[in-house]
């Protein structure tokens, strides 16, 4: 067996402070709209009666009086738009946790989150110690076009200063996206270059995909397809990827919906359309106004309606992502491997205002098949109800089943007559404690650092040349992470502001070893590589694979369909 690659000697110098990562062709979303998105998409419903109009109408003329007094009197100079953002903001929050209201400013940015392709000039970076290295540039995006390399550190997007100033992910992203044929100008520094290097590019449309390819496993017949959020071509990029799986003899199917916070609800219902047979409901929506009470039912012949189903779904499984594990789920025609979802059954209306912001209004509630609303409770207020998931794990639900409790009165049956429960999320079939390793304090901080990705980075661009003589296949059975690299990390993250920690280290180093190995794949062959690696001890997918391949232990845990 060949022996490991040597480590690297250092990192990059670069600036200071905390690092952050992302791709920059994508977009750094609001932090309110990034789990559980349920939309209907639909015509403004806006009419200008209410169901109190009086009520209405005086609380409307007291707003505007009492800002026109502070406008016009108050003894500072104020933000009339920012005093009425927060009104706003303070009213929808007496609602509910996912009403909530879109400056004009961020409707562009939100909304190409669920688009099929966006402005951008396409780069994967990573933000080290406050400076944004190029970790990998879209193919065939403007970028890699104007010869953008991996190490590039950018220090100039026009004449702004990057690096050392303190840049957040969400304003860097700001200034690389435009308007497709817009000019840019960046500066950038290149290793063994001793001078910055002037890089002029022009936007470009890039494609901004949902699913991931999908691959068929090391039996040559079980497949796995994640769809990490239901956007506007969600359903034709799955159907691409179902089909060449099945010409390459796909006969069993692995559905990842972990981390997917929903979206289009029409695009999960359409894709539970494929595996659900004849005409049974997939879910209806109830709300105050009769246009919201909605039924979806199947009507197609969908391509994966008979074969064997696994479904894998956690606590950041959102919305339509549950929409569609409910309704597999109550028709027992899937099994769910993981752990219990995050429990947001409430539909958003998207209302175009008049000046170009966008309310979104939560209009509906969102129930399986057989009646389960999943919608878990509000709490006292919106921070105690973006607390609940975090709190699972002090509760110990996410080490173990018997530790998930529901509400009384939300037990259900589905079609063979299996227990199942609402009122707070989709408990899987079969339940997957979560990998702690994954999320310790540590192992957590080195990579919202940047840590790991920048040691990656480095330890690849001094080895180019040892990895371009391996193929992927190679890379993949011989190449090890050893205790060199470790310490080389440690020494990194000393840089960070990370004091060495044996313990920790010693706790978190099959972890680190597997997501370095990952991220230098990522470099050295793509992003293909990286994810294999990470599927390899993915502790959950392993699950998945063994009830999928288990058909006596399917047909008991269906009910003996």
Known sequence: ????????????????????????????????????????????????????????????????????????DYVDS??????????????????????????????????????????????????????????????????????????????????????????????????????RGSSLSLTVARPQQPQPLAVRLNRGRLPNTSVEPGVLLEDGQTGYIKVNRFAANTYEEFKAQLADLQRQGLKRLVLDLRGNPGGYLDRATRLADEFIAGSRKIVYTAGKDEQYATQTYAHVAGDWEQNPLVVLVDENSASAAEVLAGALQDHDRALLVGRRTF??????????????????????????????????????????????????????????????????????????????????????????????????????????????????????????????????AQYQAVFRVTDTELDGLTRLAAQAGVRPNPGALRRSAPALRNCLKAYIARSAYGPEASRAVLRDNDLELQQALHVVQDSTAQLALLGGK
Not at 54 to 69: F, M, N, P, V
Not at 126 to 135: K, L, P, Q
């Open 343 to 472: 429990g947001k059954g409430l539909v958003q209306q998207p209302i175009a205002l008049q000046e170009g912001g966008e309310l979104r209004l939560t209009v509906a509630r969102y129930y399986t098949p057989v009646g389960r609303c999943i919608q878990k409770p509000y709490g006292p207020d919106r921070a105690t109800y973006q607390r609940e998931v975090a709190e699972r794990q002090q509760h110990g639900e996410l080490a173990s089943a018997d530790s998930v409790h529901f509400a009384a009165g939300q037990q259900f049956r589905t079609d063979h007559g299996r227990v199942v429960y609402g009122g707070g999320g989709i408990m899987p079939d079969v339940f997957v404690a979560r990998d702690t390793l994954l999320h310790s304090a540590y192992y957590l901080r080195l990579q919202n650092l940047g840590v790991v990705r920048a040691y990656a980075l480095a330890f690849y661009q001094q080895h180019k040349a040892e990895l371009a003589g391996l193929r992927f």
């Open 78 to 179: 104020v933000d009339a738009d920012g005093l009425t953002n927060y009104a706003v903001a303070q009213l929808l929050g007496k609602l509910d946790p996912h009403s909530v209201y879109i400056p004009a400013k961020d409707r562009e940015q939100v909304d190409a989150f669920l688009q099929s392709s966006f402005d951008g000039v396409g780069l994967d970076f990573n933000f080290f110690r406050d400076t944004a290295t190029v970790v990998a540039t879209l193919p065939g995006g403007p970028a890699e076009a104007a010869g953008l390399l991996p190490g590039d550190q950018l220090l100039r997007v026009g004449t702004q200063p990057v690096a050392g100033t303190g840049l957040s992910i969400t304003q860097l992203t700001q200034l690389l996206r435009g308007p």
């Open 1 to 72: 067996m060949p022996a490991p690659l040597p480590s690297p000697s250092d990192a990059p110098a670069a600036a200071r402070a905390p690092a952050r990562r992302g791709w920059g062709y994508r977009l750094a979303l609001l932090p309110a709209l990034t789990l559980g998105i349920g939309i209907i998409l639909g015509t403004n419903p806006f009419r200008p009666r209410t169901e109190n109009p009086d009520a209405t109408a005086r609380g409307y003329l007291r707003y505007k009086e009492i800002l026109s007094y502070i406008d016009r």
